[in-house]
């Protein structure tokens, strides 16, 4: 808010100054002291608690320099607050989606349903939990229908999956 209305002493000022005719001064010392008492209403203005005492005290002040806020500020837009967004229930279930989320999981534990491979010997797994993983490395990782694997963050936001008993692990990437 202190933001908007230094953004509106500093467009218009120039207008309200010639309203209360600090620009007519000749004497540099009267004209300062014109602009001090002019910064000195709006700093009364902006001291207002109550928003409406706010609006009505910058609503007096342009009545009396004879002038109306441009159109141009008037119309400009008030930044809104943001929303604060529902946590998620399942954790789980975000896992491995790039957006950033607030609340997150170091890993998931789950068995695979399903196997497909495309023609690079890459695979795609789908979990119990209904996610698809694929695979993207170019290395060997054999894994399963009916295997048990963990999926696990590794360093600079990619993911690592291991099967059970296995040793050894492969780079994935959650598809949706």
């Known amino acids: 808010m202190r933001a908007t209305l230094l953004l509106l002493t ?13 620009t007519d001064q000749s004497d540099q010392r009267a004209r300062l002291a014109c602009y001090d008492q002019l910064a000195e209403a709006i700093a009364q203005c902006a001291g207002q608690q ?11 002040f342009s009545k009396a320099a004879g002038h109306t806020v441009p159109a141009a ?23 491995g989606v790039t957006t950033p989320k607030a609340e997150t999981i170091d890993a998931i534990t789950s068995a695979v349903t399903k196997v497909t491979t495309n023609p690079y010997g890459q695979w795609t797994l789908t979990l119990e939990n209904g996610q698809r993983w694929r695979q993207t490395e170019s290395r060997r990782y054999k894994v399963k229908s009916g295997d048990t694997v963990t999926i696990e963050r590794a360093s600079l936001g990619s993911f690592l999956l291991s099967a059970e008993g296995r040793n050894g692990s492969t780079r994935v990437k959650r598809l949706d």
């Open 73 to 95: 500020v008037a119309a400009a837009p008030v930044a809104a607050v943001p929303a604060v967004a529902a946590p998620q229930a399942d954790p789980e279930a975000e896992f």
């Open 50 to 60: 109550d928003q409406l005492d706010r609006l009505l005290c910058y609503d007096e």
């Open 10 to 22: 500093l467009i218009s000022g120039g207008a309200y100054a010639a309203g209360f005719g600090c």
